[in-house]
């Protein structure tokens, strides 16, 4: 017998002793560690459960203080039960650590009841101790699953976002590659139609010359007829001619360029166009600017284009604006990443360029579909509805961006076009 | 004076006839060839002081004509106009009409463009070879 448990007077009551009797089997059964602890802190009664789990024999332990079992840093925890105890207070399933008579450490449960004499004071405390070593280890084995389970959730997630993102890039390519398909339809088209429609127009308008010619004294009538034919070859030309300008928006022969004097060429373009309409330009060009790889004639034809709309959104006069500047992308926006797939990269330097007219501004209606082909709001004859599809198509294709809006307040449109700079002007690469 | 001499070569009879109507009411004489394979042959006749040749024909190329036509020591001193109706507007602006070297008319054209144009070649021809034409 190993458990001298002091919880029953020795009695010589027959009946005492088969309790007693039943409570040691009970004590000896157990798995549990049941520990008596003295008030003085030495262990006084250790069952069979108890040396199964710290690994001494009753033996070797009654006697000895409790502290034996106890890590040292653990120590604070036997001043907080005694102080529990004392008070009269009972301890549930408080799990620590305790160390095997072999030094291992182990994982226990501890619950912890006082004991008292028939006056009722505290005379010691009965402790039921479980190993939960295994049950610990579960646990933490459970943890560590859990957290490299959300590792690899993380990873997966990681995995998603960027299967989106090829997902969104391949339609993104597939649309470009659409487009460009449409666009090379378009081109065969044009090239096609061109050549069989410019001869047929070639022969009108030949023989309209001829006619204004040859007849010696023509009437009034006549005349009038004239003009109108050959207005309207020059109208059916027009529209062919910006087809395969809209056709062969897709070659580049882009060399280094500086942006300002593009804009200077492209403004001596339309100066008939200006003093004809009363309209004053004014240059706001920074200094400085980096490079740009551009097609010089396609950029200068997209500024003609913006410019001759600008000048016609002003019809009784008014002021066009110039505007150039170098900046840098600073946050992630609509056209801005951090990808190399991204139109522009944060932090790329850019060169932004600004043509404004003082005109009635245009409607939001208008402005949604201002570079669809075709769209026009230009009377007959005067628009062919391409030239902001090829002016997008040129930008497209130079990696840049081109917008219109009405400018605060109202008064007048504001087209901006963005382009990469490839070199400062100090000659340091940026992009 | 001799009139000026202008051979058309183009696979559009009608658009050769209007045009040759209209040079030679203007006061040039005019030769024309619907068959580009039969240029270089008509341009050794008729020995014209300027050609204007089509681009795009059945069976031949306005360049493999004008390369023939050039090769020949008494032609190749005639300046040689292509009219072509593939180019855009915008090319032919942006260029002067001038595309590699070469100059072009982009159909369609008025008479009165044909006339400054043969007026403007001769003058260079006259400038760079400094002999009469």
């Known amino acids: 017998m190993s458990v001298r448990p002091q919880v029953e007077p020795p009695s010589p009551d027959l009946k005492a002793a088969e309790t007693r009797s039943r409570l040691e089997a009970i004590l000896n059964l157990s798995r549990d560690g049941i520990l008596v602890i003295a008030k003085d802190g030495t262990i006084a009664g250790w069952n069979r459960g108890a040396e199964g789990i710290y690994g001494y024999p009753a033996g070797a332990i009654i006697g000895r203080q409790l502290d034996i079992l106890v890590p040292y840093d653990r120590?604070?925890?036997?001043?907080?039960?005694?102080?529990?105890?004392?008070?009269?207070?009972?301890?549930?399933?408080?799990?620590?650590?305790?160390?095997?008579?072999?030094?291992?450490?182990?994982?226990?449960?501890?619950?912890?009841?006082?004991?008292?004499?028939?006056?009722?004071?505290?005379?010691?405390?009965?402790?039921?101790?479980?190993?939960?070593?295994?049950?610990?280890?579960?646990?933490?084995?459970?943890?560590?699953?859990?957290?490299?389970?959300?590792?690899?959730?993380?990873?997966?997630?990681?995995?998603?976002?960027?299967?989106?993102?090829?997902?969104?890039?391949?339609?993104?390519?597939?649309?470009?590659?659409?487009?460009?398909?449409?666009?090379?339809?378009?081109?065969?088209?044009?090239?096609?139609?061109?050549?069989?429609?410019?001869?047929?127009?070639?022969?009108?308008?030949?023989?309209?010359?001829?006619?204004?010619?040859?007849?010696?004294?023509?009437?009034?009538?006549?005349?009038?007829?004239?003009?109108?034919?050959?207005?309207?070859?020059?109208?059916?030309?027009?529209?062919?001619?910006?087809?395969?300008?809209?056709?062969?928006?897709?070659?580049?022969?882009?060399?280094?360029?500086?942006?300002?004097?593009?804009?200077?060429?492209a403004l001596q373009l339309v100066r008939h166009a200006l003093t004809k309409a009363h309209v004053l330009a004014v240059e706001d060009l920074g200094d400085g600017l980096p490079e740009a790889m551009l097609d010089r004639n396609k950029i200068e034809q997209v500024f003609v284009n913006l410019m001759i709309n600008a000048i016609d959104a002003m019809p009784s006069g008014g002021t066009l604006i110039l505007r150039s500047r170098r900046d840098r992308m600073t946050e992630v926006g609509r056209e801005v990443g951090v990808?190399?797939?991204?139109?522009?990269?944060?932090?790329?330097?850019?060169?932004?360029?600004?043509?404004?007219?003082?005109?009635?501004?245009?409607?939001?209606?208008?402005?949604?579909?201002?570079?669809?082909?075709?769209?026009?709001?230009?009377?007959?004859?005067?628009?062919?509805?391409?030239?902001?599809?090829?002016?997008?198509?040129?930008?497209?294709?130079?990696?840049?961006?081109?917008?219109?809006?009405?400018?605060?307040?109202?008064?007048?449109?504001?087209?901006?076009?963005?382009?990469?700079?490839?070199?400062?002007?100090?000659?340091?690469?940026?992009? | 004076m001799d009139k000026i001499r202008v051979l058309l070569i183009d696979d559009e009879p009608s658009l050769t006839r209007m045009l040759k109507l209209s040079l030679e009411h203007r006061g040039y004489e005019v030769r024309v060839e619907n068959n580009g394979a039969y240029g270089l042959t008509v341009a050794r006749d008729f020995l014209p002081n300027l050609i204007f040749l089509d681009v795009i024909m059945p069976d031949v190329d306005g360049g493999d004509v004008a390369a023939n036509i050039r090769s020949d020591p008494s032609l190749k001193d005639v300046p040689i106009v292509f009219l072509t109706a593939g180019v855009s507007k915008e090319t032919t602006r942006v260029k002067g009409n001038v595309i590699g070297g070469q100059t072009y008319l982009a159909k369609p054209i008025s008479v009165d463009e044909v006339v400054r144009c043969i007026e403007k070649t001769l003058a260079q021809g006259k400038k760079k070879t400094g002999t009469p034409s």
């Open chain 1, 339 to 431: 990808r190399k797939t991204d139109q522009f990269q944060v932090g790329q330097s850019i060169i932004v360029v600004e043509v404004e007219d003082t005109g009635t501004g245009i409607d939001e209606n208008v402005r949604a579909r201002l570079f669809d082909p075709f769209f026009t709001t230009k009377p007959p004859g005067k628009g062919t509805g391409l030239g902001l599809a090829v002016c997008k198509s040129i930008v497209a294709l130079h990696g840049g961006t081109i917008r219109i809006e009405n400018k605060a307040g109202g008064e007048g449109t504001r087209a901006t076009v963005v382009f990469r700079s490839i070199r400062s002007r100090e000659g340091r690469t940026d992009g």
């Open chain 1, 75 to 265: 120590l604070h925890e036997l001043t907080e039960i005694d102080r529990s105890i004392q008070r009269g207070g009972t301890i549930q399933d408080f799990e620590t650590v305790r160390l095997r008579s072999d030094g291992a450490p182990i994982d226990v449960s501890l619950s912890i009841a006082p004991i008292r004499d028939e006056r009722g004071h505290v005379t010691g405390a009965l402790v039921i101790a479980r190993d939960i070593t295994v049950v610990q280890r579960a646990i933490r084995e459970a943890a560590q699953s859990s957290e490299k389970l959300s590792d690899r959730e993380r990873m997966l997630r990681r995995a998603l976002l960027a299967l989106r993102q090829s997902h969104e890039d391949a339609k993104t390519t597939q649309l470009q590659l659409v487009q460009s398909a449409k666009l090379e339809s378009i081109g065969r088209l044009a090239a096609g139609v061109a050549h069989e429609v410019k001869n047929p127009l070639a022969v009108i308008l030949f023989a309209i010359d001829y006619l204004a010619d040859a007849i010696p004294s023509p009437d009034e009538n006549a005349i009038t007829a004239l003009k109108d034919a050959r207005e309207a070859v020059t109208r059916a030309d027009s529209v062919i001619r910006g087809l395969l300008d809209f056709s062969t928006a897709t070659e580049l022969s882009p060399t280094t360029q500086d942006v300002n004097e593009v804009l200077r060429r």
